[in-house]
């Protein structure tokens, strides 16, 4: 079954993401390597010329193996119908109504991937995957490639576009069989340019927010569990929440960053800092549910919305302050039930009441509605704690 799962990993490859990042790399690397053999430094001219090509070539090769090993090792995915070992461990863990299982600690169900994902961090469309466990390694190391190959041969183009508008004659005086740097030539450039100055600001911001999370050994995901957890017991006057996955920063770099490049564990248990369990993380996780769910409250649709992302005919507020988020819309019909949970002025945010079997099929209808469009019908108020199969 290896190669199937291959096979469909590498289907991840025909979309948006993967298609643009794979232009963007390829369009720095040959147009650097065209200015480095015709323009700049002629390999046969000069050792310099070699080692420069070289090292253009060398980036591609890091880039390229690891954006291709992030996308077809994956992160990682929870079996379905996962269920600790211990019947007694279940009531410590959350329940996925889509996947049917437990979710072990520091797993999350990704709504693109439809699978529970282990220690995911997020998912990236530049590599149509979720970043978790298995792949965190090599996505860090494209992320940290990616920007120095693309500055490296910003400052190819650079000094190809220098030599040629104003040391000319140097070039014409030494070159084998000179070639014109035409004005296509120069518009090249300035795009070629443009694409890799982004993307070293770009993917070098992202680069830096992953060496933040492996110094911490916190996800993207879990800083912000830990920031609510953070905010209920300053609420609920209770102790400080310890956090159980800091291990220090040598141990915190060697569970990404090692030898082997990839990661130590099985992704289901974690080594944790002393007075700390298994489950202290998803025990928190488990009374913010309940913390949230206090506040949730019941709406009624009174009024159709098609589930546009700039809805007319809601009012002209409505359609100009949406939020600023990519999570979905989800359209309403008259009576429909919506359990919302967050909002802003104009927008509310929530889960729609659908039959338990179309949930269990994977269908969940979850995301954002104009707030015009329903009525509150009450508080939810507290569940029951050893109901967790309702929660998802």
């Known amino acids: 079954m290896g190669w199937i799962t291959s096979v469909k990993s590498l289907g991840r490859l025909i979309h948006f993401g993967p298609l643009i990042a794979l232009f963007i790399v390829f369009t720095c690397y040959t147009v650097a390597i065209v200015d480095s053999m015709v323009w700049l430094w002629p390999p046969r001219n000069s050792l310099l010329g070699k080692c420069n090509v070289l090292l253009l070539t060398?980036?591609?090769?890091?880039?390229?193996?690891?954006?291709?090993?992030?996308?077809?090792?994956?992160?990682?995915?929870?079996?379905?119908?996962?269920?600790?070992?211990?019947?007694?461990?279940?009531?410590?863990?959350?329940?996925?109504?889509?996947?049917?299982?437990?979710?072990?600690?520091?797993?999350?169900?990704c709504r693109i991937c439809k699978r529970c994902v282990l220690k995911m961090d997020h998912h990236c469309p530049w590599i149509n995957n979720c970043c978790g466990h298995f792949n965190h390694t090599n996505f860090i190391m494209f992320v940290f490639f990616a920007p120095i190959g693309c500055f490296h041969a910003f400052l190819v183009y650079c000094a190809t576009v220098w030599k040629q508008l104003f040391h000319r004659s140097e070039y014409l005086s030494t070159a084998y069989y000179p070639v014109n740097f035409t004005?296509?030539?120069?518009?090249?450039?300035?795009?070629?340019?443009?694409?890799?100055?982004?993307?070293?600001?770009?993917?070098?911001?992202?680069?830096?927010?992953?060496?933040?999370?492996?110094?911490?050994?916190?996800?993207?995901?879990?800083?912000?569990?830990?920031?609510?957890?953070?905010?209920r017991r300053d609420i609920n006057n209770e102790p400080d929440f310890v956090y159980p996955y800091d291990l220090g920063v040598k141990q915190n770099l060697l569970q990404v960053v090692n030898m082997s490049c990839?990661?130590?564990?099985?992704?289901?248990?974690?080594?944790?800092?002393?007075?700390?369990?298994?489950?202290?993380?998803?025990?928190?996780?488990?009374?913010?549910?309940?913390?949230?769910?206090?506040?949730?409250?019941?709406?009624?649709?009174?009024?159709?919305?098609?589930?546009?992302?700039?809805?007319?005919?809601?009012g002209f507020c409505t359609c100009i302050r949406f939020p600023c988020t990519d999570e979905p819309r989800i359209p309403l019909q008259k009576g429909d039930i919506v359990i919302v949970s967050r909002g802003n002025k104009y927008w509310l945010y929530g889960d729609k009441s659908i039959p338990d079997k179309l949930v269990k099929s994977g269908v969940r209808e979850r995301g954002w509605f104009p707030r015009r469009c329903a009525v509150a019908a009450g508080h939810i108020g507290q569940y029951d704690n050893n109901d967790k199969e309702k929660v998802s």
């Open 183 to 231: 004005l296509n030539a120069f518009i090249v450039n300035l795009f070629a340019t443009g694409l890799a100055l982004g993307t070293t600001f770009a993917v070098g911001f992202l680069f830096y927010h992953q060496v933040k999370s492996v110094w911490r050994n916190c996800t993207g995901i879990e800083q912000w569990i830990v920031e609510k957890a953070e905010d």
């Open 58 to 109: 060398f980036w591609l090769a890091l880039i390229l193996g690891n954006f291709f090993r992030a996308i077809l090792k994956g992160p990682g995915y929870v079996s379905k119908h996962w269920a600790p070992e211990k019947e007694s461990d279940k009531q410590f863990l959350q329940f996925c109504k889509i996947c049917q299982g437990y979710k072990p600690p520091r797993a999350h169900h």
């Open 262 to 314: 990839g990661p130590r564990g099985d992704g289901i248990t974690w080594p944790v800092v002393e007075g700390c369990d298994q489950y202290t993380l998803t025990v928190e996780q488990l009374q913010q549910k309940l913390w949230k769910r206090e506040r949730m409250v019941k709406y009624i649709a009174t009024r159709e919305y098609s589930g546009r992302w700039f809805p007319c005919t809601q």
